[in-house]
């Protein structure tokens, strides 16, 4: 799979629209970007993933860059409880594929 | 989402004792089942992939004996801590993909060997 770069932390107003960067250069055509966050001493939760089109679900947007090799998570109007380490992950899609975490970006939303 | 859950949510053992975690997929069949490891302050580390009717794949520097795993059904995989010392001592979560492709995780099982 793909390695991938995001910044350690970021910090956000409560109210306010968090964009939270990826980097994957490396990226196949046959890889999806997908998204988790893992709030303090729980397990890690799905957010969102996609191909190249641009996505949004209830919880967030993922924009994709046309060449693929960067993405954004938007969290429209973060709140409190969305602070949390968000994880990037690029894999190719199927059945029993496992996923690498990196480091990730501890986003800390603030009043 | 789909729903997966772990039994126990937090565990104090014995140096010595083995240790038994649940990991259970409730409203959807899952053939493979993963197995992560968390040390304070890092990120997830994958240590096996637990498949339904045969043996599991470790990932390289995971001691298969020291670390069972049993798939014996489509929506149960287990993962045994045999002869736990203090190092074993994490926060140990599962995971499971569902039709749609989208993993789910379980909330975890925090370790503490004394």
């Known amino acids: 799979d793909a390695k991938t770069t995001q910044p350690p932390s970021m910090d956000c107003a409560e109210g306010r629209a968090a964009n939270l960067p990826c980097n994957h250069s490396t990226i196949s055509g046959n890889e999806y970007v997908y998204w988790y966050r893992q709030i303090h001493s729980q397990g890690p939760q799905y957010i969102i993933h996609g191909l190249k089109n641009n996505e949004t679900n209830e919880m967030a947007s993922l924009i994709i860059t046309e060449d693929r090799k960067s993405s954004t998570l938007i969290l429209p109007h973060a709140t409190l409880r969305d602070t949390a380490v968000y994880y990037c992950i690029v894999r190719v899609t199927g059945g029993g594929n496992k996923l690498t975490f990196g480091t990730g970006t501890q986003l800390k939303v603030e009043l | 989402g789909a729903v997966v859950s772990q039994h126990p949510s937090r565990v104090i053992c014995k140096s010595g004792t083995s240790v038994k975690i649940e990991c259970r997929s409730l409203?959807?069949?899952?053939?493979?089942m993963f197995w992560y490891r968390q040390f304070p302050k890092q990120s997830l580390m994958l240590m096996a992939t637990?498949?339904?009717?045969?043996?599991?794949?470790?990932e390289q520097g995971v001691e298969k004996d020291k670390f069972l795993i049993n798939h014996a059904s489509l929506t149960l995989s287990t993962l045994t801590v045999t002869s736990a010392h203090p190092e074993d001592s994490s926060f140990y979560i599962c995971?499971?993909?569902?039709?749609?492709?989208?993993?789910?995780f379980g909330p975890g099982t925090r370790l503490t060997v004394l």
């Open positions: 995971s499971a993909w569902d039709f749609q492709n989208e993993q789910f």
């Open positions: 637990s498949n339904e009717g045969s043996k599991a794949t470790y």
């Open positions: 409203d959807f069949q899952a053939t493979t």
